[in-house]
């Protein structure tokens, strides 16, 4: 039946059981690339590059046209292997003609699913464009960024960003080329390479989206701008930075809705969550989130202005950029450009009367001042400073001046953060315990990633947080007034019981959330010392 209505509808055999509704497209798919011992190519980072495609039809003498008509691509590296990525591995007309052109190759085949090949082609498209568009003499750079190839270039490298989950875009120039790169849950990847002829024209083209100058190259400049991808809207961050080449140009992927933050859903461990939480619900004083750019400090500082949040109470928050948009909250934008900076808008809202104040970042002893100042007149102030660990914040507060007294009267609690990546639950096998620990804890769920269809073959999927969470006592406020050092403090914070992000990391590995390799990728072993 199915060969009957491949035959009368002029489609392949798979397409003809799909259509019937004999078998779903993805387990077609999979049973195909079982049965042929073919890689399955069902995610966009697995598909061959556009560019790679072009010049291997080149080389080869194939037609492109023909390549998309066949949905039949190949690549070929060099004079001995030539990749083949197909979506029908029974067309023989089609492979016999890949063989014919092939010659002294050694043909390995990869399966596409349909969807993956509407993506290859969707790419050749846009890369033959581009290319015919750089072909021609024109050299005004403002013209290209407004022409079509150009815009849907850059509009393919924002989506397939968005559709990877990545957080951030980083196009690199190089001596010859330009390398497009994603991070996705913290790891960079590449994604593509372009010739460096055509990142005048991109760069521009984001500038213009951003509002920025297109033709200064020599000075950093920072834009955003908004994009929707699906249903979804994001504000995109832009930073430009010149660099021996040109220019390094970063983009920030936020979404401006989000699933609704809690702390719950942020990895705390039970005695963590219930510290922030009395943390947050204090008077007054200092609660500083500390950690590396990208570590999830603004996440867990709204986690807990929701958790806060009962319309009861006025907060205020001070953020440059305002990152997540939450009702029943003032948030502002400081614009240091107009002179609108951390300490003019905090001492503004401190005449507006609120409890709750959350200031994007300690930056400065102005901003620091003001917080400690606020802090002692009744209000709660939520912030973050840039430290390698929770005890390390009082001696950097008093590098930026503010006086240790203060410090200890005010700070009533500090935590450090980094994100690991989370293993994918369909893929990750068990694992040995590590030899390091002590033997009361080798009992656990120790498992080490794999990498399969779910994951794309990455092992991990998401990303939780490590915590270390450190309450500031009598005893420790004597050493911080003291000026005693950070290895003191921290002595006397594990004599107290709080856990180290080392620690806090191995507890989530021992539950099966995370690898070992990965908690050591971000937490020193020193951190269990010191």
Same mark, same amino acid.
Not at 189 to 210: N, V
Not at 310 to 335: C, L, N, Y
Not at 355 to 373: C, F, L, P, S
Not at 375 to 381: A, E, I
């Given at each position: 039946?199915?060969?009957?209505?491949?035959?009368?509808?002029?489609?392949?055999?798979?397409?003809?059981?799909?259509?019937?509704?004999?078998?779903?497209?993805? $387990?077609?798919?999979?049973?195909?690339?079982?049965?042929?011992?073919?890689?399955?190519?069902?995610?966009?980072?697995?598909?061959?590059?556009?560019?790679?495609?072009?010049?291997?039809?080149?080389?080869?003498?194939? @037609?492109?046209?023909?390549?998309?008509?066949?949905?039949?691509?190949?690549?070929?590296?060099?004079?001995?292997?030539?990749? *083949?990525?197909?979506?029908?591995?029974?067309?023989?007309?089609?492979?016999?003609? %890949?063989?014919?052109?092939?010659?002294?190759?050694?043909?390995?085949?990869?399966?596409?699913?349909?969807?993956?090949?509407?993506?290859?082609?969707?790419?050749?498209?846009?890369? +033959?464009?581009?290319?015919?568009?750089?072909?021609?003499?024109?050299?005004?750079?403002?013209?290209?960024?407004?022409?079509?190839?150009?815009?849907? *270039?850059?509009?393919?490298? %924002?989506?397939?960003? %968005?559709?990877?989950?990545?957080?951030? #875009?980083?196009?690199?120039?190089?001596?010859?080329?330009?390398?497009?790169?994603?991070?996705?849950?913290?790891?960079?990847?590449?994604?593509?390479?372009?010739?460096?002829?055509?990142?005048?024209? =991109?760069?521009?083209?984001?500038?213009?989206?951003?509002?920025?100058?297109?033709?200064?190259?020599?000075?950093?400049?920072?834009?955003?701008?908004?994009?929707?991808?699906?249903?979804?809207?994001?504000?995109?961050?832009? $930073?430009?930075?010149?660099?021996?080449?040109?220019?390094? #140009?970063?983009?920030?992927? &936020?979404?401006?809705?989000?699933?609704?933050? !809690?702390?719950?859903?942020?990895?705390?461990? !039970?005695? /963590?969550?219930?510290?922030?939480?009395?943390?947050? /619900?204090?008077?007054?004083?200092?609660?500083?989130?500390?950690?590396?750019?990208?570590?999830?400090?603004?996440?867990?500082?709204?986690?807990? &202005?929701?958790?806060?949040?009962?319309?009861?109470?006025?907060?205020?928050?001070?953020?440059?950029?305002?990152?997540?948009?939450?009702?029943? =909250?003032?948030?502002?934008?400081?614009?240091?450009?107009?002179?609108?900076?951390?300490?003019?808008? *905090?001492?503004?809202?401190?005449?507006?009367?609120?409890?709750? =104040?959350?200031?994007?970042?300690?930056?400065?002893?102005?901003?620091?001042?003001?917080?400690?100042?606020? $802090?002692?007149?009744?209000? &709660?102030?939520? @912030?973050?400073?840039?430290?390698?660990?929770?005890?390390?914040?009082?001696?950097?507060? $008093?590098?930026?001046?503010?006086?240790?007294?203060?410090?200890?009267?005010?700070?009533?609690?500090?935590?450090?953060?980094?994100?690991?990546?989370?293993?994918?639950?369909?893929? @990750?096998?068990?694992?040995?315990?590590?030899?390091?620990?002590?033997?009361?804890? %080798?009992?656990?769920?120790?498992?080490?990633?794999?990498?399969?269809?779910?994951? /794309?073959?990455?092992?991990?999927?998401? +990303?939780?947080?490590?915590?270390?969470?450190?309450?500031?006592?009598?005893?420790?406020?004597?050493?911080?007034?003291?000026?005693?050092?950070?290895?003191? #403090?921290?002595?006397?914070?594990?004599?107290?019981?709080?856990?180290?992000? &080392?620690?806090?990391?191995? +507890?989530?590995?021992?539950?099966?959330?995370?690898?070992?390799?990965?908690?050591?990728?971000?937490?020193?072993?020193?951190?269990?010392?010191?």
């Amino acid at each position: 039946m199915a060969q009957r209505t491949a035959s009368e509808a002029g489609c392949t055999l798979s397409a003809a059981i799909s259509r019937l509704g004999l078998c779903g497209e993805d $387990s077609l798919c999979a049973a195909i690339s079982k049965a042929l011992n073919w890689p399955l190519i069902a995610n966009v980072a697995q598909c061959p590059s556009a560019s790679k495609v072009l010049s291997s039809c080149k080389a080869l003498g194939l @037609s492109v046209d023909w390549c998309l008509d066949n949905n039949t691509f190949v690549v070929s590296d060099n004079q001995e292997e030539l990749q *083949l990525y197909c979506t029908d591995p029974t067309n023989a007309f089609a492979l016999s003609v %890949i063989e014919s052109v092939s010659e002294n190759h050694s043909v390995t085949g990869h399966l596409l699913t349909p969807a993956m090949a509407a993506s290859v082609a969707d790419d050749l498209s846009r890369e +033959r464009a581009v290319s015919e568009l750089f072909g021609k003499t024109n050299t005004d750079i403002a013209a290209l960024a407004e022409e079509a190839p150009v815009v849907n *270039l850059v509009n393919s490298i %924002i989506e397939r960003a %968005i559709q990877a989950e990545s957080s951030d #875009i980083h196009i690199e120039a190089g001596a010859q080329n330009m390398v497009v790169r994603f991070r996705v849950d913290g790891r960079m990847t590449e994604f593509m390479q372009q010739p460096m002829a055509r990142f005048p024209a =991109i760069a521009s083209r984001l500038k213009l989206l951003s509002q920025l100058d297109i033709a200064e190259r020599r000075l950093p400049q920072d834009g955003r701008f908004s994009t929707r991808a699906g249903n979804r809207e994001y504000d995109v961050r832009v $930073s430009t930075a010149p660099d021996v080449h040109g220019e390094s #140009i970063v983009m920030r992927l &936020l979404p401006k809705k989000r699933d609704e933050l !809690s702390l719950e859903g942020l990895g705390f461990e !039970s005695d /963590h969550l219930q510290l922030i939480r009395e943390w947050g /619900h204090l008077s007054n004083g200092i609660v500083l989130v500390t950690g590396p750019t990208g570590s999830g400090k603004s996440t867990t500082l709204y986690g807990l &202005l929701a958790d806060i949040k009962t319309g009861q109470e006025k907060i205020v928050t001070v953020e440059d950029p305002v990152e997540f948009q939450v009702d029943g =909250i003032t948030q502002v934008q400081a614009r240091p450009d107009i002179g609108y900076t951390f300490a003019k808008a *905090l001492r503004t809202f401190l005449r507006q009367d609120p409890d709750v =104040i959350m200031v994007g970042e300690i930056r400065d002893k102005e901003t620091a001042d003001i917080a400690v100042q606020s $802090s002692l007149t009744g209000h &709660l102030v939520l @912030s973050t400073l840039h430290t390698n660990d929770a005890c390390s914040v009082f001696p950097r507060l $008093s590098d930026i001046g503010v006086e240790p007294y203060l410090v200890a009267a005010t700070i009533q609690g500090v935590q450090a953060q980094r994100l690991v990546r989370k293993l994918c639950s369909h893929c @990750s096998e068990p694992a040995e315990a590590p030899t390091f620990i002590e033997a009361e804890q %080798i009992q656990g769920n120790w498992r080490k990633p794999v990498g399969c269809h779910e994951c /794309h073959g990455k092992g991990y999927r998401g +990303r939780v947080g490590v915590y270390e969470l450190v309450s500031v006592t009598p005893a420790m406020r004597e050493l911080i007034t003291q000026r005693a050092p950070v290895s003191e #403090i921290r002595e006397l914070a594990r004599k107290n019981g709080n856990r180290s992000l &080392l620690d806090d990391g191995l +507890r989530k590995a021992a539950r099966g959330v995370t690898s070992v390799d990965e908690v050591l990728r971000v937490c020193s072993m020193d951190d269990s010392d010191s």
